[in-house]
């Protein structure tokens, strides 16, 4: 039985699969090692906040299922914690001929999902968002809005009943010796049953310092925002989202009222040339050359290259920023908007150039990893982190 557990990473994944593990071991000691100075100092505290409904997910796939079963999860764990949280709904909006079809095949998956959600017409759509533009339209009840910084702060309070998070400690090696594993850091060794490492934009390389087999690599995507001032603020009342190109993984540029009742318009989707880069003179050489010098990025590249120029136009031009949030609201002027803080998404790829489409834990003796990890992660965190642990802890006993 797993009695020693060390968790890399105090994000939302880490911090909540602390959690899960310690519901099923009360006697367990957990050590959450935590390379910045913060918890959730990355994806989990650079992200707009909101708890997605399920909608667009491949139908059986675990994004899909995780995020059904870990909105409702999550909803339950803000009541019980008091922390703030609003089911706002959202609306997402053709504005061209060509989206009708898409947005009927959205529908679709939606409801195969078990995901409450009706078309409506234009003028339905001015019910819910007066400024918005559309010819049709899917309104998502069950889409919300929530802090999660608040929800990890909640999570590590808890983590902190059944053993430690050590901040500022970066792992430098993990060996595995059958039935256990020793991670070291700058500053110690720590000995554990059962290793999991959640390592968000780090966690091709935590998997290559194991020594874990492994095909796919992490490509930093910085999502950039816009921030509306307040008199345009008033133009949005929840969530408004456009059509998502199915052959895209990302969702487009959205506005988000936020659980500080701002409004926040992004995000796009460029090249990051540090892993932990949120502005452009963030640089980090060694990544930059990690992704120019791989094949998978030139393939990746000549797939999306078009896309690609057009989200970096986006990123340098304020007029070509402003010119795809007209898309939906056309009323927005150029001194509606200013710069918001950036996040950076870690992207898995496959050796083919493929964008990893689902998320991937992969069990590796005692050190699970959790290699993918893209939106919805932090709504389906809890449901995650009990998928995480079970697993783990199964396959811990028969070791």
Same mark, same amino acid.
């Given at each position: 039985m797993a009695t020693r557990i060390v968790i890399i990473g105090a994000g939302i994944i880490g911090l909540a699969t602390a959690r899960a593990v310690a519901r099923r071991l009360p006697d367990a000691h957990i050590t959450i090692l935590e390379k910045s100075e913060k918890i959730a100092a990355h994806q989990s505290g650079h992200n707009s906040g909101v708890l997605h409904s399920g909608i667009y997910y491949t139908p059986g796939s675990m994004r899909a299922k995780t995020c059904h079963?870990?909105?409702?999860?999550?909803?339950? &764990?803000? #009541?019980?914690?008091?922390?703030?949280?609003?089911?706002? $709904?959202?609306?997402?909006?053709?504005?061209?001929?060509?989206?009708?079809?898409? !947005?009927?095949?959205? %529908?679709?998956?939606?409801?195969?999902?078990?995901?409450? *959600?009706?078309?409506?017409?234009?003028?339905?759509?001015?019910? %819910?968002?007066? %400024?918005?533009? $559309?010819?049709?339209?899917?309104?998502?009840?069950?889409? $919300?809005?929530?802090? &999660?910084?608040?929800? *990890?702060?909640? !999570?590590?309070?808890?983590?902190?009943?059944?053993?430690?998070?050590?901040?500022?400690?970066?792992?430098?090696?993990?060996?595995? %010796?059958?039935?256990?594993?020793?991670?070291?850091?700058?500053? #110690?060794?720590?000995?554990?049953? @059962?290793?999991?490492?959640?390592? $968000?934009?780090?966690?091709?390389?935590?998997?290559? @310092?194991?020594?874990?087999?492994?095909?796919?690599?992490?490509?930093?995507?910085?999502?950039? &925002?816009?921030? @509306?001032?307040?008199?345009?603020?008033?133009?949005?009342?929840? @969530?408004?989202?456009?059509?998502?190109?199915?052959?895209?993984?990302?969702?487009?540029?959205?506005?988000?009222?936020?659980?500080? #009742?701002?409004?926040?318009?992004?995000?796009?989707?460029?090249?990051?040339?540090?892993?932990?880069? &949120?502005?452009?003179?963030?640089?980090?050489?060694?990544?930059?050359?990690?992704?120019?010098?791989?094949?998978?990025?030139?393939?990746l590249a000549a797939r999306w290259w078009k896309n690609g120029a057009s989200e970096i136009h986006r990123s340098l031009s304020k007029k070509h920023a402003l010119r795809s949030m007209r898309h939906l609201l056309p009323n927005l002027g150029l001194d509606d908007i200013e710069r918001s803080p950036a996040g950076v998404r870690a992207q898995a790829v496959d050796a083919a150039g493929n964008l990893v489409d689902d998320f991937l834990i992969k069990m590796d003796g005692s050190v699970v990893h959790v290699l993918n990890a893209p939106s919805p992660a932090a709504t389906a965190s809890l449901a995650i982190a009990d998928l995480i642990a079970d697993q783990a802890l199964c396959q811990s006993e028969t070791r």
């Open positions: 079963a870990g909105l409702q999860m999550m909803e339950s &764990y803000c #009541d019980e914690n008091r922390i703030p949280w609003k089911r706002c $709904g959202k609306v997402i909006v053709a504005t061209r001929e060509d989206e009708l079809p898409r !947005l009927e095949m959205l %529908h679709k998956r939606g409801l195969e999902n078990g995901v409450p *959600c009706s078309k409506i017409t234009p003028s339905e759509i001015k019910e %819910h968002e007066p %400024h918005v533009r $559309g010819i049709a339209g899917l309104h998502v009840e069950s889409t $919300g809005i929530v802090d &999660y910084v608040a929800v *990890c702060q909640s !999570l590590a309070s808890e983590t902190s009943r059944h053993g430690k998070i050590l901040l500022n400690q970066q792992v430098k090696k993990i060996e595995s %010796h059958g039935n256990h594993a020793t991670v070291t850091t700058g500053d #110690d060794d720590f000995e554990a049953d @059962l290793v999991i490492a959640c390592c $968000g934009l780090q966690a091709d390389r935590m998997a290559r @310092l194991s020594g874990a087999a492994t095909s796919v690599r992490i490509l930093p995507f910085r999502g950039e &925002y816009w921030k @509306l001032r307040p008199a345009a603020a008033a133009m949005v009342r929840g @969530l408004i989202y456009p059509v998502p190109d199915p052959a895209m993984p990302f969702l487009g540029v959205h506005f988000t009222r936020t659980i500080h #009742d701002e409004v926040e318009a992004g995000p796009s989707a460029v090249p990051a040339l540090s892993r932990e880069g &949120y502005r452009w003179r963030d640089i980090s050489f060694m990544d930059t050359a990690e992704a120019a010098f791989s094949l998978r990025s030139w393939k």
